[in-house]
Structures are given as C-alpha cells and as structure tokens.
C-alpha cells in the first residue's frame, strides 16, 4: 500500500472515531486533523470538505468488509451455509467495528442525502453477493421460488441491520453474536421451501 493510500486510510479511520463520539454536525475537520496526527489542509486533498469525507467512510470500509467476507465464503459450499456465514460475519465485523457501526446505522442511513452519495452504491457488491447465494440456494431447491429473491434479500438485510441498530441503542451492553443462530433459524424458516424440497416457481 502505497504512503498516501496508508493516509488516507488513517483519516478515514479518524474520522469514524470523531464522528461516532460528536456525530456529524458536532464535528470538525480541525479535530479529525488533531486525531490523525495531520495537518487541515491534508484532508482536504483527500476529501472536498467534511460532507464528502463523512460519506467516503462507508466506500472504504465495504471494500474491507467485501473483502474479508470473500476470505470467510472460500470452501464453504451449499447456499444456506453460506447464507448462515454471511449473517456471521456481518455480525462479528459490526461487532468488532462498533464506531464505524454507529456511524453507519444511527447517523448516515436516517440522513435523506445518503441514498443520493456513492456511498450509498458502494454496498452493491455486498447486496449482489448475497443476492447470487439466494439465487444459488433457488437453484439447489434449498429457497423457495414463491417468492422474488431481492424482497427475500431485504428479509435478511433488515433483519441484521435492526439487530445492529438494537444493539448500539442499547448500549452495546451484550455480545452482537449471542444472536446469531437464532437469526439464520429465523432466516431460513423465512426463505427456505418446504423441508427442503424444490418449490416451482
């Protein structure tokens, strides 16, 4: 990684840690400096002002996110047990990312702005990786054909997003994970067809 890569990735960083404990409107571009150990002017070179490096957090940490999931998802075949590591390790990264959780769930997704940044498109691959499993899972007659795979991907979306969202409401006080088999039962008795059996379309 190249010394400007590395940088930026430390302003990004910083950033998550000031917005999560101001949130964005008690934040200031001189603090978020102060905490990456550079000058003002530095982060503007990166980001156009403190809008443009508040929606750049989620670009950069997805890629981490798509990344390591893709590491997790290698040798593990059949559509539900994929499905089953996906509700893990969406989980344990928010569980071990808890700032960059809070900036995500409790600020950025309730802002009207954020459905119009890249931000905002840069959870495609995720959405599409999740949405290729479902599709493998019709295939395998693992997931019921009944029903469109995108509303069965907002299923599993919402379901993890309100769990997060809960948990950092609450204080953050429980371990994120005690939830997770409880959620691939409650997921696959959502989507999958009957006994496992193909379901026609």
Excluded at 25 to 51: D, H, L
Aim: hydrophobic letters at 40%; one cysteine or more; charged letters at 25%.
């Amino acid at each position: 990684m190249s010394k400007k890569a590395i940088k930026k990735q430390i302003i990004i960083q910083s950033a998550i840690e000031v917005f999560s404990k101001n949130g964005f409107q008690n934040s200031t571009i001189v603090e978020i400096a102060k905490k990456a150990n550079v000058a003002e002017g530095t982060i503007y070179q990166y980001f156009k002002n403190k809008e443009d490096l508040f929606f750049s957090i989620p670009v950069e940490k997805t890629k981490e996110f798509s990344r390591e999931l893709e590491l997790h998802l290698q040798g593990i075949h059949g559509a539900f047990n994929k499905i089953r590591k996906v509700i893990w390790y969406y989980l344990y990264f928010f569980k071990t990312n808890p700032d960059y959780a809070r900036t995500l769930m409790l600020e950025m997704r309730v802002s009207k702005n954020f459905v119009k940044t890249h931000s905002y498109k840069s959870f495609k691959p995720f959405t599409n990786r999740l949405l290729a499993i479902i599709e493998e899972g019709k295939e395998e007659g693992v997931v019921r054909n009944d029903v469109s795979p995108y509303l069965l991907r907002q299923l599993i979306l919402g379901i993890l997003e309100h769990i997060v969202t809960r948990w950092l409401l609450k204080g953050e006080r429980y371990d994120l994970l005690e939830h997770c088999h409880a959620v691939g039962e409650l997921v696959f008795h959502g989507i999958g067809s009957s006994k496992g059996e193909r379901v026609s379309g």
